[in-house]
């Protein structure tokens, strides 16, 4: 079974930057799709971002389209997520997860100051 760390997160103020990092041990496999989601406080988790093994393939939210970008490093079995000109509605606990399931990790948090 893979086991998943997330990290990077932190306080930044809207429009500032962030770069988080999902590594992957155990079981891991640079051929799982893989993607990001975050949850808010008293909302449901949502998919943010997700990108196929060899990065050709990504897709986003709607909402974070044009400012975030996932990329991942497989020789580092690592998936980045560079968020800019972040905004205070993107304030949440972000987690990785391979695309076909599996268990959560506990996630990194992120808040956005207004």
């Known amino acids: 079974q893979v086991q998943l760390l997330e990290s990077g997160g932190g306080l930044v103020q809207a429009g500032g930057s962030l770069r988080l990092s999902c590594t992957a041990s155990?079981?891991?496999?640079?051929?799982?799709?893989m993607a990001w989601f975050r949850q808010s406080p008293g909302k449901e988790r949502e998919f943010v971002a997700s990108?196929?093994?060899?990065?050709?393939?990504?897709y986003y939210a709607d909402s974070v389209k044009g400012r975030f970008t996932i990329s991942r490093d497989n020789t580092k079995n690592t998936v980045y997520l560079q968020m800019n000109n972040l905004k205070p509605d993107d304030t949440a606990v972000y987690y990785c997860?391979?695309?076909?399931?599996?268990?959560w990790g506990q996630g990194t948090q992120v808040t956005i100051s207004s």
């Open positions: 990108v196929n093994w060899n990065s050709i393939s990504t």
């Open positions: 155990g079981r891991a496999s640079s051929n799982y799709r």
């Open positions: 997860r391979p695309t076909h399931g599996g268990p």
